[in-house]
Nanobody, 115 residues
């Protein structure tokens, strides 16, 4: 059974940086994509960034230029480096894995940015 374990969230001040990590365990197929979504209080979950195991990436307009997604395929781990954080980045950040025909979600990690 595939599981996703996230880490790296926390409370930071505006302008600070954070790096989130998400490690997948279980049977991971080639051709998968790993990415990040976030959900702020009272809002719908929204896309942040995604990376295919072949290296292709895509970013939400709201984070372009401030966020970098990367992967270590040998460790089945995806990272989200977030710089110049803003209070509006405050949300629970969820890791998402598309593995074959199945979508898996992590439990979420809280990121809080104070002004």
């Amino acid at each position: 059974q595939v599981q996703l374990t996230e880490s790296g969230g926390g409370l930071v001040q505006a302008g600070d940086s954070l790096r989130l990590s998400c490690t997948a365990s279980g049977s991971i197929f080639s051709g998968n994509t790993m990415g990040w979504y976030r959900q702020a209080p009272g809002k719908q979950r929204e896309f942040v960034a995604v990376m295919a195991d072949g290296g292709g990436t895509n970013y939400a307009d709201a984070v372009k230029g401030r966020v970098t997604i990367s992967r270590d395929n040998a460790k089945d781990t995806v990272y989200l480096q977030m710089n110049s954080l803003k209070p509006e980045d405050t949300a629970v950040y969820y890791c998402r894995l598309v593995n074959g025909n199945t979508i898996h979600w992590g439990q979420g990690t809280q990121v809080t940015v104070s002004s």
